[in-house]
């Protein structure tokens, strides 16, 4: 069993950045690969980063590539999301996901959900 809370969202004006944080509690977490999805208001949730459980192969959406950087701490169980150059379209409910396999989270059929940390960018 893998438990997931996200942390570090809010508000911020356009250009501007914030770090999202995902920390895993369970003995295996580590070994799981990880992603960020998030889920904007009347839209369909969708992926936004993934990576293997030894953060390398990292997948961005399109949306977000050179802008954001998915990275994992396994000492610290903790995998984090930097945003830069943050837009209002960039706004959402993020989501952290864990899965036995990197294909599994990009499918989002990932195992494991933590509940969403809120980002709002205004403009």
């Known amino acids: 069993q893998v438990q997931l809370e996200e942390s570090g969202g809010g508000l911020v004006q356009a250009g501007g950045s914030l770090r999202l944080s995902c920390a895993a509690s369970?003995?295996?977490?580590?070994?799981?690969?990880m992603g960020w999805f998030r889920q904007a208001p009347g839209k369909e949730r969708e992926l936004v980063a993934a990576?293997?459980?030894?953060?390398?192969?990292?997948s961005y959406a399109e949306s977000v590539k050179g802008r954001f950087t998915i990275s994992r701490d396994n000492a610290k169980n903790t995998v984090y999301l930097q945003m830069n150059s943050l837009q209002p379209e960039d706004t959402g409910d993020y989501y952290c996901s864990a899965g036995r396999t990197i294909l599994l989270v990009i499918r989002s059929a990932g195992e494991y959900w933590g509940q969403g940390t809120q980002v709002t960018v205004s403009s």
């Open positions: 369970g003995r295996t977490a580590s070994s799981y690969a």
């Open positions: 990576c293997m459980w030894s953060g390398s192969g990292p």
